[in-house]
């Protein structure tokens, strides 16, 4: 049973912008924060952007700030990245997944999710 799916990866110029979106089974996206990772080839997984259930909490890798923007439409059981001024080292297999319920630990910490998508790629070309 698929609970997450990505869409949204391709391939893009440094510089354009691409919005990435991952549709949830309501189960798995109610009352849950979302979470977006990537992964580059030869790299660990890494947090790149979280955001609370009601969308009023939101937090970034550093190196994505200002650049990436995450948000959620419960209505549609719905978590987008949208992502401009993309560099080539924003290359990877991006994932997004649903927290645990009531994990109290940082929203940047991948064993606190517990439902991941199958993954979508961006890549960027310089």
């Known amino acids: 049973q698929v609970q997450l799916v990505e869409s949204g990866g391709g391939l893009v110029q440094a510089g354009g912008s691409l919005r990435l979106s991952c549709a949830a089974s309501?189960?798995?996206?109610?009352?849950?924060?979302m979470g977006w990772f990537r992964q580059a080839p030869g790299k660990d997984r890494e947090f790149v952007a979280a955001?609370?259930?009601?969308?009023?909490?939101?937090s970034y890798v550093d190196s994505v700030k200002g650049r990436f923007t995450i948000s959620r439409d419960n209505a549609e059981n719905t978590v987008y990245l949208q992502m401009t001024s993309l560099k080539p080292e924003d290359t990877a297999v991006y994932y997004c997944?649903?927290?645990?319920?009531?994990?109290?630990?940082?929203?940047?910490?991948?064993?606190?999710?517990?439902?991941w998508g199958q993954g979508t790629q961006v890549t960027v070309s310089s």
């Open positions: 997944a649903a927290k645990k319920p009531y994990y109290l630990g940082s929203a940047s910490d991948p064993d606190g999710y517990n439902v």
């Open positions: 955001i609370s259930w009601s969308g009023g909490s939101t």
């Open positions: 309501r189960r798995t996206f109610t009352n849950r924060a």
